[in-house]
T-cell receptor, first 115, second 114 residues
Framework: AQTVTQSQPEMSVQEAETVTLSCTYD???????LFWYKQPPSRQMILVIRQEAYKQQNATENRFSVNFQKAAKSFSLKISDSQLGDTAMYFCAFMKRGATNKLIFGTGTLLAVQP | SAVISQKPSRDICQRGTSLTIQCQVD?????MFWYRQQPGQSLTLIATANQGSEATYESGFVIDKFPISRPNLTFSTLTVSNMSPEDSSIYLC???????????FGPGTRLTVL
């Protein structure tokens, strides 16, 4: 069975600084996706970034980028130029490619951006 | 991505009663899911809502407690039956559109059971 581990329950960063959130996963699958989702306080869960395992190039979305290390089963999220609106719970998630589309979530990292 | 709405957005219910949560999508989607997020915790998949057939439940979740309907490709309901305070959670639906393997989430329903 697949597992996703986020070892940082809480993190804090100053506005305009850079922060990296860690995620590791365990799987015997070779074809899968990895995701970072953001859940602001009392607001909707939104997709931040997605990585396809067969792609070696790290995904980027504006200020958000990932460091995908397939052999090490590591998938960290880097947020550059942190903004107050980045304050949220961040969840790392794994999905085996196939018919079921089931997401397996980590326990989350609560990120606080300080002014 | 699809626009997903859920009703109600929140509710406070008495133990022993049932609540039905609706999930509506503005376009046809291939797959719909229901998740539970207990206070301060991550998301746990309850079931996959299958159009025109019975839902597929994950371990620890049963149809008698969480009956699910999906009459068409844009709508699903989740009922939380015979509620107890332990059912107090956020319930979220998610969808996977065509030509994508990415799930998008609804705004959630915050349920409090007294």
């Amino acid at each position: 069975a697949q597992t996703v581990t986020q070892s940082q329950p809480e993190m804090s960063v100053q506005e305009a600084e850079t922060v990296t959130l860690s995620c590791t996963y365990d799987t015997s699958e070779s074809n899968y996706y990895l995701f970072w989702y953001k859940q602001p306080p009392s607001r909707q869960m939104i997709l931040v970034i997605r990585q396809e395992a067969y792609k070696q190039q790290n995904a980027t979305e504006n200020r958000f980028s990932v460091n995908f290390q397939k052999a090490a089963k590591s998938f960290s999220l880097k947020i550059s130029d942190s903004q107050l609106g980045d304050t949220a719970m961040y969840f790392c998630a794994f999905m085996k490619r196939g018919a079921t589309n089931k997401l397996i979530f980590g326990t989350g990292t609560l990120l606080a951006v300080q002014p | 991505s699809a626009v997903i709405s859920q009703k109600p957005s929140r509710d406070i219910c008495q133990r022993g009663t049932s609540l039905t949560i609706q999930c509506q999508v503005d376009s046809q989607v291939t797959m719909m899911f229901w998740y539970r997020q207990q206070p301060g915790q991550s998301l746990t998949l309850i079931a996959t809502a299958n159009q025109g057939s019975e839902a597929t439940y994950e371990s620890g979740f049963v149809i008698d407690k969480f009956p699910i309907s999906r009459p068409n490709l844009t709508f699903s309901t989740l009922t939380v039956s015979n509620m107890s305070p332990e059912d107090s959670s956020i319930y979220l639906c998610s969808v996977v559109g065509s030509n994508t393997d990415t799930q998008y989430f609804g705004p959630g329903t915050r349920l409090t059971v007294l």
